[in-house]
Structure formats: C-alpha cells, structure tokens
C-alpha cells in the first residue's frame, strides 16, 4: 500500500525558512520509475508544482521560486525534504508531496494528505 | 511557461447530466494532460492521464479527449460523488513548468 505522508510546522513567521518532510511507504525513493513532487494550494485557489526529486538524485524546480527551494531525499529513511526560505504571508498554503511515475506520461497517483502552513507574525 | 485555462470556472449540474468541461493550453501540448478530482479538504486525484488514458479503478463513466491545445474532460452521468473540483495538468513542459489549470467547480443544482 502506497502512502505519503508530510510533517512540518503549522505555523512559521514572515521570513523564517519552512522545512517539510515527506514520509513515504509502499514504494522506495530508488525506484526509477518514480519521483517525488511538492505541491500547494492556497486557500481557495488553485494547485501550484514546486519541485521534484528522482531516483537518481536529479531535482527540478518551479522557474518563480527556484531561488528559495531546495529539495533532497534520504532514500534509507524514505524521506523528501523540502526547504524554502524568506516566507512570505502568500506562501499560506496546504503542501502536497505527492509520487510522481515518470514513464511514458508524468502524472501524480498517490498524494499525501496535505499539510497547511499559514505564514504570520 | 505554459499556461492552461479551463471553462466554465464553475457550474451548477444535476445527478444524472451529462457534463463536459474545457482546458486550453496557451501552445500545442499534444497529449501530455492529466485529469484530477479534488474534493473540499481533501488531496487531488488522478482521474485520467495522456489526455484520455483513464487511471485503475477510476469509473467509466469519466472520459478525456482532445490533443494539441484543446482538451475535455466528459462524465456522461454525474453521481453524487462526482460534486467536486477538476484541474487539467500539463506534462509537455517536464521536468519543469508542470502547470494545472484553474480548476472547475461542480456544484449541485
């Protein structure tokens, strides 16, 4: 059985850094086929990718916010780990990490369950 | 970046319609395009991949079609369970710039 599950703050103030751990189960972080992603969504809007992670250690990033993220795993530990620094009040938002099968399409087909972040003083 | 927009932002249906909603690609992404539910406080999930591959035990009675830039997503007869959010996401852009549409809401009538 696949499952994700992400830890973090609740709570983080404008510019602290916020660090977030994805836990995953049911599929290893060394399997080729499979990558893991962050995503958020504010409240009421929209799903927004932030970054992912494979396999082979290679990351990507969203263009807008490339400078403040940074992803990493620790395969042993089944564990993603996503930073991002200078919070701001818009970064309010559920994260998502979610498995990402890299075949021949790209979709997401097992999600955690989300975690919300609200940034405030 | 690609940017993908959907109509209508949100409508109002009854069980049983037959309902269609549209996702545009601002350029041509073939057929690299998901489908995804959410439901209100819950995670998104994967209805149909490749712009009409449905995904393992997701119902029938969903469908996707289109390629290039012009995409729908058709459930032929709304289930109760069906009332919800749907995001169009674009793949043609991996590994990076992976865009969702606005989402549509699906509310009952």
């Known amino acids: 059985q696949v499952t994700l599950k992400e830890s973090g703050p609740v709570l983080v103030k404008p510019t602290e850094t916020l660090t977030l751990t994805c836990t995953v189960s049911?599929?290893?972080?060394?399997?080729?086929?499979?990558?893991v992603s962050w995503i958020r969504q504010p409240p009421g809007k929209a799903l927004e990718w932030l970054a992912h992670?494979?396999?082979?250690?290679?990351?990507s990033y969203s263009t807008s916010l490339k400078s403040r993220l940074t992803i990493s795993k620790d395969t042993s530990k089944s564990q993603v780990v996503l930073t991002m620094t200078n919070m701001d009040p818009v970064d309010t938002a559920t994260y998502y990490c979610?498995?990402?099968?890299?075949?021949?399409?790209?979709?997401?087909?097992?999600w955690g369950q989300g975690t919300l972040v609200t940034v405030s003083s | 970046a690609i940017r993908m927009t959907q109509s209508p932002s949100s409508f109002s249906a009854s069980t049983g319609d037959r309902v269609t909603i549209t996702c545009r690609a601002s350029?041509?992404?073939?057929?690299?395009l998901a489908w995804y539910q959410q439901k209100p406080g819950k995670a998104p999930k994967l209805l149909i991949y490749?712009?009409?591959t449905l995904q393992s035990g997701v119902p029938s009675r969903f469908s996707g079609s289109g390629s290039g830039t012009d995409f729908t997503l058709t459930i032929s007869c709304l289930q109760s369970e069906d009332f919800a959010t749907y995001y169009c996401?674009?793949?043609?852009?991996?590994?990076?710039?992976?865009?969702f549409g606005g989402g549509t809401k699906v509310e009952i009538k």
């Open positions: 979610a498995r990402l099968v890299v075949v021949a399409a790209k979709f997401w087909d097992y």
């Open positions: 996401q674009q793949y043609y852009s991996y590994p990076r710039g992976l865009t």
């Open positions: 350029q041509g992404i073939s057929s690299y």
């Open positions: 992670i494979f396999s082979n250690d290679e990351k």
């Open positions: 049911g599929f290893s972080l060394s399997n080729a086929r499979m990558g």
């Open positions: 490749a712009a009409s």
